[in-house]
């Protein structure tokens, strides 16, 4: 029989006055009982609801009955057939929208915390003393990824795995994409993503940083030159978004990209780093998604009063609800319905304050959401010493521009059809890329898909 | 790994460096940027390219020690290796139906000057070189620039080294006397940059600036590079580095530039004493 309590297992967090003040994971993860009894929750639904919200379809049932029973490498290798990345998608998944927002439990009382139990299942995979890995054989046929973030792991790991001799291109010096200069280390620590590159290596995935395709290297001579057969964009969207208001490049203003890459990928926040970044007295951040609460987060525990602006309500967030609701307990204050119109300079060319418009709701605009509009001659200044950007991103151009035959939208966005395939021959694009800014699982399914179709295509070639 | 097959110092603060990378130069132009890391742990940072040749894989680098990273980078000796070295990223110089260019370098600028200079040379185009430095003590590429260079002069603040005087003041005397460049190329500190672009503005001679700003990535995804130009907001990165020297905001260029000052004073000061110690 299931346990038909209606509250899951909390889950055990650092406390929000000590972790608002150090860089280390807020969630601390359940312990083997905990997982045992929430996984004792799961009905074990026959029609398999959760399912039907995964962007990448684990057999969600199926692992948490392994889990019930405590046999976690069962559950590990369930949902591994599935995802390439258990503990970092346990972690950073928005499941309150997906498998956890269909799950029965959910009607009347709290879902089953798939999450966490996802996490639970793969911390303690990690945990183990490392197993050798077999290696797949090897089918001959070269595939490129560009772009070692969820997407382009999610594609390197599902082509590995049939035998694809699979080489991953990364800009950066270190590999992860947004997993490893976006996402902060209190809500993903790094080396679990090492960890899971780690991984992928083990199965032969070949990882080559410091490589700029578009620069160092363009697909055409990917494809022509070095034989890679099939080609996966997965380039992300990297480009941040400024509003175009007056004081937006004076110092002391960050793009969120540069001020969590400083943090997140150079390690600004530790005291012997040889990067930089600004311990703001007072910062705004502009904007509601996940990389605006990362942002804030940060800015508070270098040491700063902070205060997120965002144009409609608390309601419209689009960032995770765990995370607006952390962000909160750790002291970050939200002003809504307010837009900034300008940013004020100090003598010296410093951020001093910024001046926004208040703002009321009214119908709702094209993506659903009321739309806010300007409550005339309303404004309030906020003093700061320090304003973070967070208002999207755009897919970089840099691969558009020197690749010929590749059709993008207007807005940059690469074209793709739900497989993945672009208007190149041979070349498949997926994730943020493709969509715009969006999720790390949503890239992941897209990575997975075109793997899919890049399997399908060169053994037909 | 990319191993440093050559170093040679130019002046008591700036270096030069031949660097092993063979994809990154097998794609350089001049005008185009890498961005290198010493070690591990090490910053990135831009610089620009000075030399490359394509089929002995290399890539040459001069540096002027500023902090803690160049600091880092000019303790280093020929057989060791840069832990990463990325590149070329930016745009390379645009020479295409240019007849008659006027180069004008300043400082350690002229290093990132002199494959410009030469490449339009190579291409046909009359070059005039103008390089300024401090003093003679910190002259570097001279017998470069003068074989890249149909007329080359060479001035210093305090007249140690050629004319005493600033590069405006040289580039002006060529022009009233009657030497019509169709572009000005300038490259070195912002404060030069600005008033060269000044003076040109005044000739109405299009003119070319080449920015090296904070820079994180060097690929468009962090901003940190962006300037205001003609009103508009560029990534110095993807955009650049080289803008319309007439509609760069460059009061807003040298604040964002001083952003890191005090950090990077105290950083490299840091790195003196850890060196010293370690004598």
């Not at chain 1, 699979?166 to 080396?191: C, M, N, Q």
């Not at chain 1, 990928?265 to 970044?277: F, G, I, N, Q, R």
């Not at chain 2, 040289?170 to 000044?198: H, N, W």
Request: with cysteine; net charge negative; glycine share 10%.
């Amino acid at each position: 029989m299931p346990n038909m309590r209606a509250t899951r297992n909390e889950m055990p967090v650092q406390d929000p006055n000590v972790r608002n003040k150090n860089f280390k994971e807020v969630a601390l993860g359940y312990t083997e009982e905990q997982a045992i009894d929430e996984a004792q929750r799961c009905l074990n639904c026959k029609n398999k609801p959760c399912v039907t919200g995964c962007p990448v379809q684990i057999d969600i049932p199926a692992f948490i009955a392994e889990v019930a029973k405590g046999d976690f490498a069962e559950a590990y290798k369930i949902i591994t057939k599935s995802s390439s990345l258990p503990a970092v998608c346990g972690r950073v998944c928005p499941q309150e929208n997906q498998c956890e927002g269909k799950c029965v439990r959910g009607i009347k009382g709290e879902a089953v915390a798939i999450g966490r139990l996802e996490r639970f299942v793969a911390d303690w995979h990690n945990a183990q003393p490392e197993a050798a890995v077999e290696k797949p054989a090897s089918n001959g046929h070269k595939a490129a990824i560009i772009g070692s973030g969820p997407s382009g792991l999610a594609c390197a790991g599902d082509l590995i795995k049939k035998g694809y001799d699979v080489t991953v291109f990364e800009a950066l010096h270190v590999a992860g994409g947004v997993l490893s200069y976006g996402i902060p280390e209190f809500r993903l620590p790094k080396d679990i993503v090492q960890k899971e590159i780690e991984g992928l290596k083990a199965l032969g995935v070949k990882v080559e940083t410091n490589t700029v395709v578009g620069r160092t290297v363009a697909i055409d001579e990917l494809m022509k030159e070095e034989g890679f057969e099939t080609v996966f964009i997965g380039s992300g969207a990297g480009l941040p978004r400024f509003m175009k208001i007056p004081g937006e490049n004076l110092s002391g203003v960050y793009s969120a990209n540069e001020f969590l890459t400083r943090i997140n990928l150079m390690k600004a926040y530790k005291e012997d780093s040889t990067t930089p970044v600004q311990h703001g007295k007072k910062a705004v951040i502009v904007g509601g998604g996940n990389v605006a609460m990362d942002a804030a987060r940060c800015a508070k525990r270098l040491g700063a009063d902070v205060t997120i602006v965002y144009r409609r309500t608390e309601t419209e967030l689009p960032a995770r609800a765990e995370e607006v609701e952390h962000a909160k307990e750790e002291g970050i204050v939200f002003k809504f319905l307010t837009n900034p119109v300008e940013i004020k300079a100090t003598d010296n060319g410093w951020v001093k304050s910024v001046v926004c418009q208040e703002m009321e709701l009214s119908e709702p605009d094209a993506s659903g959401r009321a739309k806010p509009v300007p409550k005339e001659g309303a404004f309030v200044e906020i003093e700061a010493d320090c304003v973070i950007m967070s208002i999207g991103t755009s897919p970089n151009p840099l691969i558009k521009a020197t690749t010929e035959g590749l059709d993008t939208q207007k807005w940059g966005g690469i074209i793709a059809d739900d497989n993945g395939l672009t208007s190149k021959e041979g070349v498949y694009a997926g994730g943020d890329a493709v969509t715009g800014a969006a999720t790390v699982i949503l890239a992941m399914g897209a990575g997975k898909k075109a793997a899919a179709a890049m399997d399908e295509y060169m053994q037909n070639k | 790994m990319f191993e440093i097959l050559e170093k040679r110092s130019l002046n008591p603060t700036v270096t030069l460096m031949k660097i092993a990378a063979p994809k990154v130069a097998k794609k350089a132009e001049p005008g185009q940027f890498i961005i290198l890391r010493t070690d591990e742990n090490g910053e990135r940072i831009p610089l620009t390219i000075a030399d490359f040749d394509r089929s002995a894989g290399t890539v040459t680098i001069i540096f002027q020690i500023v902090g803690a990273t160049t600091e880092k980078l000019n303790h280093l000796n020929e057989g060791e290796c840069l832990h990463d070295f990325v590149g070329p990223l930016g745009r390379a110089t645009e020479t295409e139906g240019l007849k008659k260019v006027a180069v004008v370098g300043g400082g350690v600028g002229c290093a990132i000057a002199y494959p410009v200079a030469k490449k339009l040379h190579d291409l046909g185009v009359e070059v005039h070189s103008i390089v300024g430095f401090r003093n003679q003590d910190l002259v570097i590429l001279e017998d470069e620039f003068k074989a890249a260079s149909s007329k080359f002069v060479l001035m210093s603040d305090d007249g140690s080294a050629g004319e005493k005087g600033l590069v405006t003041d040289a580039l002006k005397k060529l022009i009233e006397s009657g030497e019509k460049y169709d572009r000005v190329i300038t490259i070195g500190p912002l404060i030069m940059m600005k008033f060269v672009c000044q003076l040109t503005k005044q000739y109405e001679i299009p003119t070319v600036a080449s920015m090296n700003p904070i820079m994180i990535d060097g690929t468009g995804m962090c901003g940190g590079c962006r300037l205001t130009v003609g009103g508009e907001t560029k990534f110095a990165c993807v955009d650049g580095p080289e803008f319309d020297g007439h509609l760069i905001d460059f009061d807003e260029a040298m604040a964002r530039g001083a952003m890191y000052k005090p950090f990077e004073r105290k950083a490299h000061e840091e790195t003196c004493n850890l060196f010293k110690e370690v004598k």
